[in-house]
T-cell receptor
Framework: QQQVKQSPQSLIVQKGGIPIINCAYENTAFDYFPWYQQFPGKGPALLIAIRPDVSEKKEGRFTISFNKSAKQFSLHIMDSQPGDSATYFCAASWTEGGGADGLTFGKGTHLIIQP | ETGVTQSPTHLIKTRGQQVTLRCSSQSGHNTVSWYQQALGQGPQFIFQYYREEENGRGNFPPRFSGLQFPNYSSELNVNALELDDSALYLC?????????????FGPGTRLLVL
């Protein structure tokens, strides 16, 4: 299975709070897990990515936690701001025999940060 | 360094027609991937091009085809358009085809099929 399941579908958090978005995958061959942010009318923009050999990665206010045994990973946004309001997608990929590494995306989380 | 660009930004076609979408990859990137994003959904992988050849394909029928040119730019062609082909078509470029190298997305082309 190539599926990536993402939750919640939507999330409302007060400014300064820590929204958490969760993803689960089935294919143990996945070896690259990025998170993308998308604003209306724009293409997805890479936020942060992790590989399964580490359990946590931080870049600025964004943190990925990765649990290889549970096949789950999550995005935390510290000190959230109204400008973080967007749709967030988790994704995963693997290299098929050295060939293509197309991303499999979750269905997205619509995040609203209230002032 | 220029980012990924796509043209046109919007397009309206009727069922049964053919459409060509274009993508210029980010400077220094040699791999281009195409995705279809239906409204309210995550992008779905259509196919990837590397060294001017299709390098892998998602679950899309043969009427979705593509090209990559020597300057690494790419085209997505869709024949016999169906109403369900209405979506945002995204192009992403990366510097290598191996091991999940970072893919950078363009702004997309919004296709409406009537």
């Amino acid at each position: 299975q190539q599926q990536v399941k993402q939750s919640p579908q939507s999330l409302i958090v007060q400014k300064g709070g820590i929204p958490i978005i969760n993803c689960a995958y089935e294919n143990t061959a996945f070896d690259y897990f990025p998170w993308y942010q998308q604003f209306p009318g724009k293409g997805p923009a890479l936020l942060i990515a992790i590989r399964p050999d580490v359990s946590e990665k931080k870049e600025g206010r964004f943190t990925i936690s990765f649990n290889k045994s549970a096949k789950q990973f999550s995005l935390h946004i510290m000190d959230s701001q109204p400008g973080d309001s967007a749709t967030y997608f988790c994704a995963a990929s693997w290299t098929e025999g050295g060939g293509a590494d197309g991303l499999t995306f979750g269905k997205g989380t619509h995040l609203i940060i209230q002032p | 360094e220029t980012g990924v660009t796509q043209s046109p930004t919007h397009l309206i076609k009727t069922r049964g027609q053919q459409v060509t979408l274009r993508c210029s990859s980010q400077s220094g990137h040699n791999t281009v991937s195409w995705y279809q994003q239906a409204l309210g959904q995550g992008p779905q992988f259509i196919f990837q091009y590397y060294r001017e050849e299709e390098n892998g394909r998602g679950n899309f029928p043969p009427r979705f085809s593509g090209l990559q040119f020597p300057n690494y730019s790419s085209e997505l062609n869709v024949n016999a358009l169906e109403l369900d082909d209405s979506a945002l078509y995204l192009c992403a470029s990366s510097s290598s085809v191996f091991r999940g190298k970072t893919q950078y997305f363009g702004p997309g082309t919004r296709l409406l099929v009537l």
